[in-house]
């Protein structure tokens, strides 16, 4: 089991930035593919973005042309780089590690879940 320990959520206004990181730890995650999700209050889970062990990044519609997301296989780590922030983007983000098939669309192919960290976006 990969263990996954996300930081980097904070409180910023609206059109701010922030830097999401997820640390890995147990395994190492080269081979996997890895994934942001979140949750607001009172809503799903949804995907953000994901990425596959090749480097081939995919994001839902909303992530488009604001979030990237990133790995460093050799730090085993996972980031998400958030630009031009919305209130709605206030919510919970998870990052997860799945098979080398798994992607933001389909969260209940990942296997290995963070605790989350709370990124809260201000008008």
């Known amino acids: 089991q990969v263990h996954l320990v996300e930081s980097g959520g904070d409180s910023v206004q609206s059109g701010g930035s922030l830097r999401l990181s997820c640390a890995a730890s147990?395994?190492?995650?080269?081979?996997?593919?890895m994934g942001w999700f979140r949750q607001a209050p009172g809503k799903e889970r949804e995907g953000v973005a994901s990425?596959?062990?090749?480097?081939?990044?995919a994001y839902a519609d909303f992530a488009e042309g604001r979030f990237t997301i990133s790995r460093d296989n050799a730090k085993n780590a996972l980031f998400l780089q958030m630009n031009s922030l919305k209130p709605e983007d206030t919510a919970m983000y998870y990052c997860?590690?799945?098979?080398?098939?798994?992607?933001?669309?389909?969260?209940?192919?990942?296997?290995?879940w963070g605790q989350g960290t709370q990124v809260t976006v201000s008008s």
């Open positions: 997860a590690a799945g098979p080398f098939y798994a992607d933001y669309t389909a969260p209940t192919d990942f296997g290995s």
């Open positions: 147990g395994h190492l995650v080269s081979t996997y593919s």
């Open positions: 990425v596959d062990a090749d480097g081939n990044s």
